[in-house]
């Protein structure tokens, strides 16, 4: 069983940044891809970022030049580094394995919770 600790939350103005962080245990780590996800009140989760085991690095439009998720194998940590936030950036950070089948992971763990004054 994966286990997955999320931290690094917390309340920022506009234009800040933070620094959330992940440990992972359970797993080999390196050999999997990795990914940030978020989850606004009401909404459905959403992919932030994804970095392969090889480093490679993906992001969605909202966030990209933003956000870059990294990643220490040594530390088995998964890493987001988040800087201009937005208000729309409030939400449950999580993160996880990645693959295009993560929408049906019933594993997760319980988040960093990021907010974002205006």
């Known amino acids: 069983q994966l286990q997955l600790v999320e931290s690094g939350g917390g309340l920022v103005q506009a234009g800040g940044s933070l620094r959330l962080s992940c440990a992972v245990s359970?797993?080999?780590?390196?050999?999997?891809?990795m990914g940030w996800y978020r989850q606004a009140a009401g909404n459905e989760r959403e992919l932030v970022a994804s970095?392969?085991?090889?480093?490679?690095?993906n992001y969605p439009d909202s966030v990209k030049g933003r956000f870059t998720i990294s990643r220490d194998n040594t530390k088995n940590t998964v890493y987001l580094q988040m800087n201009s936030l937005k208000p729309e950036d409030t939400a449950v950070y999580y993160c996880n394995t990645y693959s295009s089948r993560w929408r049906g992971y019933n594993n997760w763990g319980q988040g960093t919770q990021v907010t974002v004054s205006s």
């Open positions: 970095i392969s085991s090889g480093g490679v690095t």
């Open positions: 359970g797993r080999i780590f390196s050999i999997n891809a």
